[in-house]
């Protein structure tokens, strides 16, 4: 079974910084697009950031200069390195990943299990 595994959520006061990381695990023979979304109660999920197995990178306008994806492919891992953090940030944050579990078959997208962001003073 493959799954994503996120960690590094928290509490952070406005203009803190939080790592969030995304590990995938289990039958994973290829990883395509990785990226994060966020969701806040009552709106819609929101694309944050994506990055290609090349390394080309996406982000909304909002969290461009104080947000940074990364990837490790031998780790099958994305991060989320997140600056500056504004109380707007606060939100569940999913991460997601296109995968094939084997060469015969095609690429389809998991998710994680969310871990909250709560920027307050």
């Known amino acids: 079974q493959v799954q994503l595994v996120e960690s590094g959520g928290g509490l952070v006061q406005p ?3 939080l790592r969030l990381s995304c590990a995938g695990s289990g039958s994973i023979f290829r990883l395509n697009v990785m990226g994060w979304y966020r969701q806040v ?3 819609e999920r929101e694309l944050v950031a994506t990055i290609t197995t090349g390394g080309n990178i996406n982000y909304v306008d909002s969290v461009k200069g ?6 490790d492919n031998a780790k099958n891992t994305v991060y989320l390195q997140m600056n500056s953090l504004k109380f707007e940030d606060t939100a569940v944050y999913y991460c997601y990943a296109d995968i094939r579990g084997s060469s015969y078959s095609a690429y389809r997208t998991i998710w ?3 871990t909250l962001v709560t920027v307050s003073s």
């Open 41 to 43: 109660p009552g709106k």
């Open 112 to 114: 994680g299990q969310g």
């Open 66 to 71: 104080r947000f940074t994806i990364s990837r």
């Open 15 to 17: 203009g803190g910084s």
